[in-house]
């Protein structure tokens, strides 16, 4: 009797070490300190604008085991627009362009993510902005990911690109005499912290 008990928990046991290993996504967020959201505009075809938001906040899940990325939310301050030429960024934050006072916020989110490479993907999301929502896919890569060495919490590290049309989102002032730049490429770096 104690031999087949013996067998049962010995069986017991090799099939729950043979059992397939859950996935199991943990939660980051973004650190305010340590986030890049840039773009990249033309200005009548002789240079172009670098410009940046100075306030962003957003979360995601990730599973480093299976590469699995999920609930993707970054919501980006439009009052936060930074150029360094004061006259620009309030014209940048008036109706013309990203209407700040009536909509403050431009969020991208996303439920997954394809995997190109060892540590590359593509994020095929939304982007609301003006009130409108349209596709926007980002390439991002996954630097980094381990203990900070400055405060030991658990770090991920992100570079991503992307790019859109202004005009999309009925963003049109200066497109058709050609002064500002429809397209505009997104520059995106950040760290994450484990939660």
Do not use: C
């Amino acid at each position: 009797m104690k031999a087949a008990r013996d067998l049962s928990a010995a069986l017991l046991a090799l099939f729950a070490a043979a059992a397939p290993v859950r996935a199991e996504p943990a939660r980051y967020e973004l650190d305010p300190d340590h986030i890049t959201i840039a773009f990249l505009v033309e200005h009548i075809g002789y240079a172009k604008v670098l410009g940046m938001f100075r306030a962003a906040r957003g979360s995601y899940t990730f599973d480093e085991a299976t590469a699995t990325l999920g609930a993707l939310r970054i919501e980006v301050d439009t009052q936060s627009v930074f150029t360094n030429v004061g006259s620009r960024d309030r014209h940048l934050r008036s109706a013309d362009f990203l209407n700040s006072s009536e909509f403050p916020r431009m969020v991208f989110t996303a439920n997954g993510a394809r995997r190109t490479g060892d540590r590359s993907f593509e994020i095929a999301g939304q982007l609301e902005l003006l009130g409108r929502s349209q596709p926007l896919t980002i390439q991002a890569t996954w630097n980094k990911s381990g203990p900070s060495p400055i405060d030991k919490s658990y770090v991920m590290g992100v570079s991503a690109r992307g790019s859109f049309k202004r005009s999309a989102y009925g963003m049109n002032y200066g497109v058709a005499n050609g002064w500002v730049g429809d397209e505009v490429p997104l520059i995106i770096e950040f760290e994450a912290q484990r939660k």
